[in-house]
């Protein structure tokens, strides 16, 4: 598939990118439920102008359906297992259709006890986490989530990657404005954002990654090739990373980013690991003021200079979308096009 940068772009209604991803999902091997449930979030990250998630990853989830690598068809299992935690067995399926048929009982449990857990394993997540945690926000709930990835970075310190690129995604709510939402790769960059410069030809910023010999290098294909990421901000951003192993793997039973062998499935692209995501009801503390604290926080932020806010560049995406449809290239259109032959 060609570049979403270089390729000249048309606009589509969100409507007709959303069918001809459902029906790419469909086409190849998933169930009317996961191929709707893909298909939104895949077309809300290109909506939201996130494309190292959006319809960049469609080849890939297609060449994984095709390696049998991920059941397209599964139907997650949940489990009620006390008064805040829920856990999600998502039989060799995605992530995202384990967190809907948990998602009830989840924000149930959340608005009870004032907080709860949800562990997914058995899961594959090849997607942005943002779309994981925003809707709960929407909802006056807070939400935080963790996924890990593929082995890939380097740990602090260590002469050999064993963690992912391991994201962390978190959601507020907040007075008379869209939700506070921030989500980031806990490695210097996202594994996608180097596949698309490679691609294109372009150099990493200093620090990002190491060549298969572990010297650094700005050399995007020799990351690919042999080569890590390293995470970001050094032991700090080192230490999340564990973090995001320990919650999304260690504590619901999913894999760790070095525990899965997919050699043996040529084509296979999605980390079969594991997801945590909590919830938090802010009406349960005291005075529940939380959605105007939020609000405040954020005036106090601009005024001490701050032009820019996380999230704040997908919702703008996000508006422009809506007015003049869902930017996508024209040859990338037209590749998607292709998948349903
Ligand atoms: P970015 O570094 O692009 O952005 C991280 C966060 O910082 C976003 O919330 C972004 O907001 C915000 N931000 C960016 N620039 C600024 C700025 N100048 N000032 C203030 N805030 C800013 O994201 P990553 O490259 O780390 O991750 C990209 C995506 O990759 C994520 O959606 C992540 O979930 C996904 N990913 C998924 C993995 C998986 O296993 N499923 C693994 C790794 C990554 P905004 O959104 O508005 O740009
Ligand atoms: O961009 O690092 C990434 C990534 C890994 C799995 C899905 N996305």
Known sequence: MSSPLKDPLIRVPFAKLH?????????????????????????NAQRDGAHSHGVFRIPGYVSTLASGWVDGQAVAQVSDRAAAFVQVDAQGGFAQPALAAARDLLVHKARNAGIAVLAIHNSHHFAALWPDVEPFAEEGLIALSVVNSMTCV?????????????PIAFAAP??????????????????GDVQIAAREGRALPD????????????????????????????????ALSMMVELLAAGLTGGHFSWEFDWSGHPGAKTPWTGQLIIVIDPGKAEG???????????????????SRLPGERRFRERAISAREGVSVGEAQWHSLERLLE
């Open 174 to 191: 907040c007075a008379g404005q869209s939700p506070i939402v921030f989500d980031m790769a806990t490695s210097a960059m996202a594994h």
């Open 288 to 306: 529940d003021r939380f959605a105007q604290r939020s609000r405040g926080l954020l005036e106090q932020m601009r005024a001490a200079g701050v």
């Open 154 to 166: 380097v740990p602090h310190g260590a002469r050999r990657p064993l963690f992912g690129t391991n």
């Open 207 to 238: 620090q990002v990654g190491v060549d298969a010999a572990g010297d650094p290098s700005v050399d995007p294909q020799a990351i690919l090739d042999g080569g890590a990421l390293l995470p970001f901000g050094g032991h700090k951003g080192s």
């Open 19 to 43: 069918d001809l991803l459902y029906r790419i999902f469909s086409r190849h091997g998933c169930s009317d439920t996961v191929a709707a449930i893909l298909a939104t979030n895949c077309t």
